[in-house]
């Protein structure tokens, strides 16, 4: 049991104005073990302003300005993959509560709060290490965060014809995809974007990536899994002289001379679970195996 007091940065959802019960209950919580906790700005102004809550004993941040023993992110997956990119390589476990519908990464309900804490505050619980997708560029620079939790995706812009990209694997030619795009994924978000274009789910701490094509223009383009250790190098022709690169949704024009190198980060994200979660119990959940689907 921890004896000291702890310190959580809190990461929220704006976008969901009904969920303001759970932070009450989490601050509450928090206070009942005198924790310091600090409150993303555009958070904290979301629930005083937006949601009219008055909030005392708080701390507030700005950008990934902050330390802290946890990082509790409050809505769905999506606002866990933000959480991630402002943590970086702070090595602060997450923890992801959901406001939403279950999720693979924000797996703790509403109902389940104060349990967590307690379990949090007695280190009643197991940190799941999660590989990240680290993407370096040559030629344009990219504007945001290089680096994506979930997956990478190379893209045709709006409504623009087939891309073509040119992909290698540690300096050995793989194939040239022309397709609508392609989605390198780690096994954390083999069950999100990829897993819509027919990629594999892959289950974590199996230390690969996979690259799967969108909508290809061959029948015989089949997703494939790589080592997490693989460089993969791309390179894009376009009609429109230009393509999206997307990190964990987050997209980015880029010019067709823009040649990318993707690789394994020299950080993991640290995901909290609770003590007994188990993967394969939340996959048939939300994948609804076993569920009977006639009408």
Known sequence: MSTRKLRFAIFGNVYQPKKS?????????LS???????????????????????????????????EADFAISMGGDGTFLRTASVVGQKQIPILGINTGRLGFLADVNAQEIEHTIHALHDEDYAVDT???????????ELQGYNCALNDVAILKRDNA???????????????????????ISTPTGSTAYSLSVGGP?????????????????????RPIVVSEDSVIELSVE????????????????????????????????????????????????KMMWGADQRG
């Open 130 to 140: 999660r590989a990240v997708i680290q993407v370096e560029t040559k030629g344009q």
């Open 21 to 29: 019960v759970s932070i009450q209950k989490i601050l509450a919580c």
């Open 161 to 183: 014809s087939m891309i073509s990209i040119y992909a290698t694997i540690n300096g050995e030619t793989l194939t040239t995809y022309q397709a609508d795009g392609l989605i």
């Open 201 to 221: 789910i892959i289950v974590p701490g199996t230390h690969v990536f996979s690259l799967t094509a969108v909508a290809p223009h061959s029948l015989n383009v």
């Open 32 to 66: 009942q073990y005198e924790a310091e906790v600090f409150i993303e700005r555009e958070f904290y102004t979301f629930i005083t302003e937006g949601q009219q809550m008055s909030l005392k004993g708080v701390n507030v941040f700005d950008n990934n300005q902050f």
């Open 238 to 285: 376009s009609r429109t002289h230009n393509f999206l690169v997307a990190l964990d949704g987050r997209s980015e024009k880029l010019d067709e001379t823009t040649q990318l190198t993707l690789r394994r980060a020299p950080y993991r994200v640290q995901v909290i679970k609770r003590a007994g979660t188990k993967y394969f119990h939340t996959l048939r959940e």
